[in-house]
């Protein structure tokens, strides 16, 4: 028998999905050692253009004081990428796409910097 599969939607604003509550869990070790200052989920809000928003997964303070926009995919969509490209070019912000390692690559993240 063929099984249907469904795309679950989009969370409603502040909820996280598995992949950015466990990144989450992983600022939060990086801010008990010291490497980050503050994180904050789905914090800022930045406009591309009219009608046209761009929101970072997590807004981070690294322990220098550089501000970050961290964003965790498991799959890029096209108009995410170009939204992330677009704010790099807008905005003094450092912006870094995170995706989660699969454990038998050894786990962790890894880091796309745009």
Sequence with gaps: MKKNFYALGRLK???KNATEAEYGNHLEQLKTAGEVLWYRFEGIKLRLADNT??????????SDGQLEAHEV?????DDAKVKIKVASEMYPIRFIA???????????????EF
């Design 13 to 15: 604003t502040g909820q």
């Design 53 to 62: 928003f761009y929101t970072p997964d997590y807004f981070v303070m690294a």
């Design 73 to 77: 995919k498991g799959l890029w969509q």
């Design 98 to 112: 995170m995706k989660k390692k699969a454990k038998k690559d050894g786990g962790g993240w890894l880091i796309e």
